[in-house]
Structure formats: C-alpha cells, structure tokens
C-alpha cells in the first residue's frame, strides 16, 4: 500500500494558524455499519474568528435522524473538541477515540431539518466509538480548490462502539473514513463540490470528489484501492439527478480513471439527506448529507455522500452541483 511520508505525528493535532480571517482547522470522522446505522461528525476551528464547531448527525434506523451543533471559543492550546463531540488521539496515526455527549434534536426524517423544522424531539445523545487505522494516511490530489483547505489527508479503517440517542442504544460494528484538513476554507468561495465514496475492506475502497471551478470547469479527486493495489484518481465525471424541491443530489453515477489507468463506476442513491446551511455575509450555501445506497465493483452497501452549491442573491439555486458541518437550515 502506498505510504505519505510527509504526514507525521504533529500533524495529528491543531496546526500552527495562517494570517487569513477565514483560516480553518478541521477533523472529520465518518462511517456505519453499511446497513443504515451511519454517522458523521466534525470539528472545526476558525482561531483568527475565535470559533469552534462541533457538528454531529447519526441516521438510526426505526428511531430517526439525530442532528446536534454547537460553537464555542477557540482556545489556543485546547483539545480537539466542541459542543456534543470530541476526538481523543490514541496513537497518532493509527487510533482514536470518538466521544459524543450532549443534547441534539431527534426528527423522523432528515428532509425535516428543512421541510418541517419544528417536528423534532430534544433528546440527550451519547457514545463512545474507537476508530482504528487499516494503513497509512492518504494525502492524494483531493481535487480541492484553494478556497477549501490547501492540506488535507484522509484514512479508511474500522469503527466500532455504542451510540445511546433518547436512552436507546444501537452497537455499530463497520467502517468509514477519517480527514484532517487545514488552511483557507471559504464556503461561498467554491460552486459547487460532489464528495461520494465506500469503503469494503482494507484491499477495496474508493473515495471520489468532483469540485467546480470559479471558470466554469472542475477538477477531479480522491482515490481507489482494488484488490490491494491503490493509485490516485485522475479524472471522474459524474451524471446527478437533482431533488426537485430540495434541490439536493438524490442519485448519481460516477466514471472515473485513476492514476494506472483502471477504471471504474460508482453508483448510488441518497434515501434520506440532511439538507444544511452555511450563512456568511449574506450569502447561503447548501451542503447537504445523504444517507446513501452505494454499488461499486459488485459491492453494495450504505454510506455517506456530500453535495455543495451555492444560492445567489436571487434566492434561487445556483447550476451545478463536505467535507462539512455547516448548522442546521
């Protein structure tokens, strides 16, 4: 397998703020069970704005969707932790641990963060999950612009605990992906970005961004690991249907070739997203999180995808199509 050398230890925690106003740190874990159990959890830190964010959603099949966020200072010299989450580094590199404990809203559907914003219970959510590492961090062309984060790295592994929502428990026992991302992440500042993967085992997975361009193109990111054997993408193109009244990504189907010239397609269908917002400045962005029915290569399963786009001043949706954990709409 492919190894960074250039990400070490250090680079398991906060890093060293540049001078820019919307300068961002951020850690982000995500996975499930691949049957619908699926979580996603970040937390960000903008120091030169004084703001931390923690963002947590959890689909829990027959109880609803679970969204919890929360801002508080950024201290320098804090751990890596905000509102209802907090991330703990056993073994830089290799393992952590995922603590949840607070207060979110409990709805029926994630669709109601949106269409029926009042329809939730509040409800205490707790957890502990253990993420372990299946190889070395990944630090492909992610395809980003400048204006999200010019260092970034990523890892696929096992994710194993208990998630407690309204005094029921669910055990979860799967795999997902973990980034540590910094530099300038400017929302408004990308049209648009697709961000859609899965993860079998540590011989195949495959991890694919597509991120719009100021000019009107788009770059093409992520990787894939088939049968043992990982190269970085090279090219995708992606053909989405779009939600007609939520405007949000319901299905897609990605080509792409990666650096050794394979190919492949990855298919899916978002069944339930979590339509949320970023506000700044008067503008809103969209980056909605879809619980999401993957096919790759013979492979099914459930996991997570993330669709960005912009709203002009119209307040209608822009053309075109995170990492993220903007509040709630």
Known sequence: MATTPS??????AWQQPGSEEQWSDSFYFGGGDGRGLAFYSRIGRRPNEGV??????????????????????A?????????PVAFDC?????LWELRFDGGGRLFERAEHIATERDAYRKVAVSGTLRFTAWGEPLAFGSGLTDGVASHHYEQPGSIAGVLAVDGRRHALAGRGMRDHSWGVRDWQRVPWWRWFGVVVDPDNFVMLNNVGT??????????????GEIAAIASCETASELDPDLGCQRSFEAHATDARGRTT???GRATEVAPLRQRRDGRVTHVNEGLTEYEWEGHRGTGISEYLRQMPSAGKPADGLSKGAPAPA
């Open 52 to 73: 931390t964010e923690g963002a947590l959603g959890i689909w829990l099949p027959g109880q609803g969707f679970l969204l919890s966020f929360a801002r508080g200072g």
């Open 90 to 94: 056993a073994l830089p590199l290799v």
């Open 214 to 227: 100021a000019g009107g193109g788009e770059t093409a990111g992520g990787f894939m690991m088939r049968d």
């Open 75 to 83: 201290e320098q010299g804090a751990g890596i932790a905000a509102g």
């Open 7 to 12: 990400i070490t230890a250090a680079q398991e």
């Open 265 to 267: 397609t990855l298919r």
